[in-house]
């Protein structure tokens, strides 16, 4: 089972993949979950700008959490600094209340004060699902694995979230709750708490690889 690569599927996993990655976490912090993948996998993926944006996104959302707040300053500001494009576009996206769209263009609902990438989150989100459901279940899901997922604040969390167990990863930083259908397992909903934001997901794929 540990030789099978979390997000492609392919067996030959050589190294192992951090879930939050790394950059999500002060120095020093090491807390996360590893799960198997090819080196030229992971690679890429930590190559990848859905990240970075995503880690910048998240802290500068998180008014309210000291960690966010200073990783926001340190991290994420270097970064915005560092790169225009991103930071013209984080911008511009910092706005009003907008309505929310999965990528196939249903209505999840709106959100306060931002707009953001999609794609990237899309990207990210599908990456954090993966390798949680690969830690839990041992199965990887598929690339086309149908995903809507909507961004929102802890205090506008609903009420039955709170019936889930949470699972912690850092508290301040990562926990998040699921829950996988015992008739069909491949539907599953899980809520990802990063700093002091809760991002709603539910993914469904029919076509799994399972070692
Ligand atoms: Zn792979």
């Given at each position: 089972m540990e030789?099978?690569c ?5 067996s ?5 993949e951090d879930i939050?990655p790394l950059?999500?976490?002060?120095k020093?912090?090491?807390k996360t979950i ?9 690679k ?7 990240i970075?944006?995503?880690?910048n996104?998240l802290t500068?959302?998180?008014h309210?959490?000291s ?7 340190t991290?994420?500001?270097r970064?915005?600094?560092?790169n225009y494009?991103l930071r013209?576009k ?5 706005r009003?209340e ?7 263009g249903?209505?999840?609902?709106s ?14 989100i599908k990456h ?10 041992g ?8 995903i809507?997922w909507?961004?929102q604040?802890?205090y506008?969390c609903?009420e039955?979230i709170?019936?889930?167990?949470t ?6 930083i ?15 909903m899980?809520?990802l ?5 809760y991002i709603?997901?539910?993914?469904a794929a ?5 070692p």
């Open positions: 030789d099978f979390y997000f492609c599927g392919h030959g996993a050589n190294t192992k939050p950059s999500f976490f002060p020093g912090f090491r590893k799960v198997p993948a090819h080196y030229r996998c992971n890429k993926w930590s190559d990848s700008k859905a970075e944006y995503c880690r996104l500068g959302l998180s309210s959490n960690i966010a707040q200073r990783l926001f300053m991290k994420s500001r970064s915005i600094l560092r494009p013209k984080m911008i511009s996206e910092l009003k907008i309505d929310i769209y999965s990528p196939r249903i209505y999840l609902g959100t306060p004060g931002v707009q953001y990438d999609a794609k990237l989150m899309d990207e990210f954090i699902v993966k390798g949680l459901y690969y830690h839990h279940r199965i990887v899901l598929s690339a086309q694995a149908n809507n909507k961004l604040p802890f506008r609903p039955w709170n019936r889930l167990p699972i912690v990863i850092d508290n301040n990562f926990r998040y709750r699921y829950a996988i259908l015992s008739s069909n397992p491949i539907r599953s899980w809520i708490g990063f700093y002091d934001l709603g997901t539910v993914i029919t076509d799994t690889h399972s």
